[in-house]
């Protein structure tokens, strides 16, 4: 398989919707020809969805709530988890790096 910069995104997207789920949760399967469909991917286009070029940002909402009523969750509330999730990540890579950058400025101002 491979994705076109659209459909990677939109992967990326339902990856990390899912992702910021509880590890015990059983997730939809974000390649099944069902779901695709349901978000609006051409029947021609099913095999190889994730490299298709016509990935909207409709389509990720539509993709969203899909995944969302399949939880059983709103889906204002697994975006939310998503972003908080995306948040923490992004904090825990950027205290070391901007603490290594401070270590580094100290070092070569003494």
Known sequence: MTRSQLGDDAYGVFD??????PEETECP?????EFLAGVGI?????DDAYGWDGWTAGMVRKG??????DLGIAPERLLTKALKQGETFKSKLW???RDWK???RSSVDE
């Open 29 to 33: 399967d974000i390649e099944d020809s």
């Open 102 to 104: 401070l270590l580094s």
């Open 64 to 69: 969203l709530t899909e995944l969302a009523y």
């Open 16 to 21: 990390d919707l899912l992702g910021a789920l």
């Open 95 to 97: 205290t070391p790096c």
């Open 42 to 46: 051409p029947e021609g286009e099913l």
